[in-house]
């Protein structure tokens, strides 16, 4: 069994900062991309960043210069830093990893539980 863990989810103000962790445990072979969604009340579960096992990183266009991905593979862990944060990003935001287990040759895509951003005044 593969399991993502998600931590790092608050309330803060506009402008304010917040660092999202995801760690994966369990039996795994290989991560490959790892990433972050989000989805806010009333819409579609949107992609935020991923970045590839070798570090290649992309974001959404919306996030672009204030987010940044990167991840820790000793750690089987990914990170989002949020840095000039808006009221519009206020959502739960959740960790996707594309994983291969042990005794596995593919991959397929695990999820996180979700964690909550509130941005507000």
């Known amino acids: 069994q593969v399991q993502l863990v998600e931590s790092g989810g608050d309330s803060v103000q506009p402008g304010g900062s917040l660092r999202l962790s995801c760690a994966a445990s369990g039996n795994i072979r290989r991560i490959n991309a790892m990433g972050w969604y989000r989805q806010a009340p009333g819409k579609q579960r949107e992609l935020v960043a991923a970045i590839t096992s070798d570090g290649a990183a992309n974001y959404a266009d919306f996030v672009k210069n204030r987010f940044t991905v990167s991840r820790d593979n000793a750690k089987n862990t990914v990170y989002l830093q949020m840095n000039s944060l808006k009221p519009e990003d206020t959502a739960v935001y959740y960790c996707?990893?594309?994983?291969?287990?042990?005794?596995?040759?593919?991959?397929?895509?695990?999820w996180g539980q979700g964690t909550q951003v509130t941005v507000s005044s």
């Open positions: 996707n990893a594309n994983i291969v287990q042990v005794g596995w040759v593919l991959g397929r895509d695990y």
